[in-house]
């Protein structure tokens, strides 16, 4: 319960920036909101979204302690970088229809490698696993 009050203040502010900027009233957060590098942070959110957590994650396993304040800059950095990448070089020509002509063939593949992935996937589980791919020796340690 306490993540949902945490974010019931930030759910808030967001319904008073939008009830301030409805007819034509709030022109000065109109004006803050239309400022290119906020607009263009906006345009990047879903890339930068999909992207901050792996950097963290990976960032985190490579040090194996709390980032300090320049890792943490560095993260952020390297979030945005990719994100950028990301937005430019995959979400504009998919949306443009330049990365793949139709998205017919994309859907297909997608649903090859899906079910793909299905059936590996309960090759293993039928195999209960592999047992076979590791030693007796190693079983006995998880025993």
Do not use: D, N
Not at 76 to 82: T, Y
Request: charged share 15%.
């Amino acid at each position: 319960m306490v993540s949902g009050a945490a974010a019931l203040l930030p759910c808030l502010g967001t319904v008073g920036l939008i009830w301030a900027g409805e007819g034509g009233r709030g022109g000065e957060v109109v004006r803050i909101l239309s400022w290119r590098p906020l607009v263009f942070i906006g345009l990047i959110s879903y890339s930068l979204y999909l992207w901050h957590w792996p950097v963290r994650a990976f960032a985190r396993y490579w040090e194996l302690a709390p980032p300090g304040l320049g890792q943490k800059l560095l993260m952020v950095a390297a979030s945005i970088a990719l994100a950028v990448a990301s937005y430019f070089l995959v979400e504009q020509p998919f949306r443009r229809r330049k990365l793949l002509g139709q998205r017919t063939p994309l859907f297909r593949g997608a649903l090859a490698c899906a079910a793909g992935l299905v059936g590996l996937a309960s090759l293993v589980w039928l195999a209960a696993g592999l047992p076979q791919r590791l030693s007796e020796e190693i079983f006995a340690y998880g025993r």
